[in-house]
């Protein structure tokens, strides 16, 4: 994914030559090596050619409106739309399930401890995923929200945080138990 973004965002691909996309800085350390070396310019300060140095791959039209496109508000970081975050807790091994924006939409996941950095045994239980608007479906539907109908899903998750309540599910069962809010991480720290 990274690799669309900097194609996409990169002039070069019109015909242009682009100069001083990046600066050597040593005070700068990448946080993947840990190594002193280049920092990305803003593109502000980025030098392009006004004439065709080479032969376009993409219209300048075409390569302006994928930058609007970029920049569109839907393309922000969606932290803040999860309504169940910390209330979400998996059924198979009773861990927080993450929060995980996919497909254009909010939901919670859980690899039961599991990450791309390890092999996952071949018994371990399957990755749970629950889509944000098919759960808060099923709790709207349980008795105990009858009376919030209309409410939306803000009210509901107030509801169970004032309850004290969480949700834990698996794949198929959805319930209510009791228990605090599990911990949220927001960047590198818990809140």
């Known amino acids: ?13 019109t015909g242009r030559q682009v100069w001083n996309r990046v600066a050597n800085d040593r005070d700068h350390v990448d946080v993947v090596t840990g190594r ?15 004439e065709v140095a080479h032969t376009p791959l993409v219209s300048v039209r075409d390569f302006t409106a994928a930058q609007v496109v970029r920049t569109r508000p839907d393309d922000v970081d969606h932290r803040a739309e999860y309504v169940l975050a910390g209330l979400v807790r998996c059924g198979v091994c009773g861990r927080r399930m993450d929060s995980h924006w996919v497909h254009g939409r909010p939901g919670y996941r ?31 539907a349980l008795p105990e929200f009858a009376d919030l109908v209309g409410a939306g899903k803000d009210g509901l998750a ?26 949220v991480r927001r960047g590198r720290r818990l809140v």
């Open 36 to 50: 002193p070396g280049q920092r990305l310019n803003l593109p502000a300060e980025w030098a392009i050619s006004s």
């Open 110 to 140: 859980c690899r039961h401890g599991y990450t791309s950095a390890h092999t996952r045994p071949a018994d371990a239980p399957k990755r749970l995923y629950w889509r944000e608007d098919c759960l808060l479906e099923r709790l709207a």
């Open 158 to 183: 107030e509801r169970l945080r004032a309850q004290g309540q969480l949700v834990q599910c698996d794949a198929a069962v959805v319930a209510l138990v009791e228990g605090p809010p599990l911990p």
């Open 1 to 13: 994914m990274q690799t669309v973004a900097t194609i996409l965002e990169n002039p070069r691909y």
